[in-house]
């Protein structure tokens, strides 16, 4: 069995990547995006964070969140919004992938998968890449020739609070970084 080893910083500011079950493109779908939303509002009211940024993709979503002091459970956040948005979305009639016989015998549900990546910012600079490769990820992933039109993105709250132009991303703002694992 693989033990996965995370880090765990009280008050720290992460970088997530979350990922739909075998990549199913449900996410940005009108139903999914008003559950999810649902979901990370009941459990910030339960368990506080601050959402730095986010991007929801078809398949994905990458948020860098802000833990209150003396807090590191972002796990059981994730946990408990995946939860609370599989029961809701397959109550209001979503549907679900199909299951291997291991993922029934664990209780698992085919809409996320299992797991989830995290990265530690340790520094401004490092926030800083981050938000730009959550803001430039739709690019990335050929979704829009412009950042900005992206709607399910922080990106326009970052142009209001004057972090960028308008314009900005018409080229790679992250060369060199190294994209999650689930990327």
């Given at each position: 069995m693989s033990h996965y080893r995370r880090n765990y910083v009280p008050?720290?500011?992460?970088?997530?990547?979350?990922?739909t079950y075998r990549r199913r493109k449900i996410l940005v779908d009108p139903l999914a995006r008003t559950l999810l939303r649902a979901a990370l509002s009941t459990i910030k009211e339960?368990?506080?964070?601050?959402?730095?940024?986010?991007?929801?993709?078809?398949?994905?979503?990458?948020?860098?969140?802000?833990?209150?002091?003396?807090?590191?459970?972002?796990s059981r956040r994730w946990?408990?919004?995946?939860?609370?948005?599989?029961?809701?979305?397959?109550?209001?009639?979503?549907?679900?992938?199909?299951?291997?016989?291991?993922?029934?015998?664990?209780?698992?549900?085919?809409?996320?998968?299992?797991?989830?990546w995290e990265h530690t910012c340790r520094d401004e600079n490092d926030l800083k890449r981050c938000v730009d490769y959550v803001h430039w990820n739709p690019k990335k992933h050929h979704l829009v020739s412009s950042v900005k039109d992206w709607i399910w993105s922080s990106f326009?709250?970052?142009?209001?609070?004057?972090?960028?132009?308008?314009?900005?991303?018409?080229?790679?703002?992250?060369?060199?970084?190294?994209?999650?694992?689930?990327?």
């Open positions: 008050g720290g500011t992460y970088f997530f990547t979350v990922t339960k368990w506080p964070f601050e959402i730095v940024a986010i991007v929801l993709l078809p398949d994905h979503l990458h948020t860098i969140w802000t833990l209150p002091p003396e807090d590191d459970h972002y946990r408990r919004i995946k939860e609370e948005f599989t029961r809701k979305y397959l109550a209001a009639g979503g549907t679900e992938s199909p299951q291997t016989a291991s993922r029934i015998r664990q209780g698992q549900r085919g809409i996320w998968q299992k797991r989830f326009d709250r970052f142009v209001t609070l004057g972090e960028y132009p308008p314009d900005w991303g018409r080229d790679d703002p992250t060369p060199g970084y190294d994209a999650p694992e689930w990327e």
